[in-house]
C-alpha cells in the first residue's frame, strides 16, 4: 500500500507564503506523477500543480491560477513533494491534497493515491 502524509497548512494573510510538503510512502513506482490539488468548499477538487518522476527533477504542469506564484518540487530519493505557494489570495483557500499516480512502464496507471489533505486558509 502507499501512505501519504501532508503537512505545511495554515492560516496566513493574504499576499503571503506558504509551504506543503508530503511524505510518500510504501509501493510507489519508479514512473510515477506526483500532485497537489485542493478543494474549496462548495466545489469540486482541482489539479494545483503536478510533476513526473522524470531524471532531471520531472516534467511540472500548473494550474493557470498556479502559474507565477505557485511552484511544485519534488526529492525523489525522499519521495517527498513540495508547494511552494506566494503572493496568496483568499481565493486559495482550500483543503489540499496530494497524490500520486503509480504508472507501468507503457504509462498505465496502476494505482492512484491521496493524503488526507492540509487545510489552507488565507484571510483577506
Known amino acids: 500500500q502507499v501512505q501519504m502524509v501532508e503537512s505545511g497548512g495554515g492560516l496566513v494573510q493574504a499576499g503571503g507564503s506558504l509551504r506543503l510538503s508530503c511524505v510518500a510512502s510504501?509501493?510507489?513506482?519508479?514512473?510515477?506523477?506526483m500532485g497537489w490539488y485542493r478543494q474549496a468548499p462548495g466545489k469540486q477538487r482541482e489539479l494545483v500543480a503536478d510533476?513526473?518522476?522524470?531524471?532531471?527533477?520531472?516534467?511540472?504542469r500548473y494550474a493557470d491560477y498556479a502559474k507565477g506564484r505557485f511552484t511544485i518540487a519534488r526529492d525523489g530519493a525522499k519521495n517527498t513533494m513540495y508547494l511552494q505557494m506566494t503572493s496568496l489570495k483568499p481565493e486559495d483557500t482550500a483543503i489540499y491534497y496530494c497524490?500520486?499516480?503509480?504508472?507501468?512502464?507503457?504509462?498505465?496507471?496502476?494505482?492512484?493515491?491521496w493524503g488526507q489533505g492540509t487545510q489552507v486558509v488565507v484571510s483577506s
Open positions: 510533476i513526473t518522476s522524470g531524471g532531471s527533477g520531472g516534467s511540472t
Open positions: 497524490n500520486v499516480v503509480n504508472l507501468s512502464q507503457f504509462g498505465v496507471a496502476t494505482g492512484d493515491y
Open positions: 510504501g509501493r510507489i513506482s519508479m514512473i510515477n506523477t
